[in-house]
């Protein structure tokens, strides 16, 4: 088998893997829009290594929702290849915001471009 279709098999894998798991973890709908709400911490992603090596960029879009705490309460990827999605979800998971009166929501957006 060539390194071309095996990199194909891969992505149709990914693929579905990441359609399953958004078909069996349902989140609640949350408003669109840029979130505002200022982070006090701020973790940036790590390229996937797979990614690189395939040429693979793109934007990762996630609706986020924020508790009045400053601490993440739901998030729901709304774009992005597969391949970047998880190295997003897994900086998201360590901002951290700062306190309000109540919940914010809103979009984050991570950029992957290749570093040379």
Do not use: C
Not at 3 to 10: A, D, V, Y
């Amino acid at each position: 088998m060539s390194l071309q279709k095996m990199r194909q098999w891969t992505m149709v894998g990914l693929l579905a893997l990441a359609a399953s798991e958004a078909m069996f973890h349902p989140l609640p709908a949350v408003a669109q829009g840029e979130l505002t709400r200022k982070a006090k911490t701020k973790v940036a992603p790590v390229y996937p290594e797979l990614a690189r090596r395939m040429n693979i960029t793109g934007t990762v879009k996630v609706l986020v929702v924020v508790s009045a705490s400053g601490n993440l309460k739901d998030t729901k990827v709304v774009g992005g290849n597969p391949l970047l999605v998880n190295a997003a979800m897994d900086a998201l998971k360590k901002w951290k915001f700062e306190p309000a009166d109540v919940e914010n929501s809103g979009t984050v957006e991570f950029k992957f471009l290749p570093q040379n």
